[in-house]
Nanobody, 125 residues
Framework: QLQLVESGGGLVQPGGSLRLSCAAS????????VGWFRQAPGKEREAISC????????NYADSVKGRFTISRDNAKKTVYLQMNSLKPEDTAVYYC??????????????????WGQGTQVTVSS
């Protein structure tokens, strides 16, 4: 079974940067979509960015375009989320998730069946 573990969260000041990592074990990440999602207190989980591990195509939510960058290292079975120019409204628990076999970078929560445990990101001065 595909298992995912996030790391890299923490406390950062507004305008700062963090890089989240999503490391996979068990099944391969090849030919899947991997997405980053976040959930703030009292809000629904939302898609932030997704990547196709085979095609490298990406999608971003409008709220993070130009600030966040998703990338993958297939050899290391790891997907990254580089977050720059962080804002207090980016504060949330961030989750990575893996889909079943696909070549598309879908950002639809229902398409993801494998989830990590989440990592807290807090943006505050």
């Amino acid at each position: 079974q595909l298992q995912l573990v996030e790391s890299g969260g923490g406390l950062v000041q507004p305008g700062g940067s963090l890089r989240l990592s999503c490391a996979a074990s068990g099944f391969t990440l090849d030919y899947r979509a991997v997405g980053w999602f976040r959930q703030a207190p009292g809000k629904e989980r939302e898609a932030i960015s997704c990547i196709s591990t085979i095609a490298g195509s990406t999608n971003y939510a409008d709220s993070v375009k130009g600030r966040f960058t998703i990338s993958r290292d297939n050899a290391k079975k790891t997907v990254y989320l580089q977050m720059n120019s962080l804002k207090p409204e980016d504060t949330a628990v961030y989750y990575c998730a893996g889909s079943g076999p696909t070549a598309q970078a879908m950002c639809v929560i229902s398409h993801y069946g494998y989830w990590g445990q989440g990592t807290q990101v807090t943006v505050s001065s």
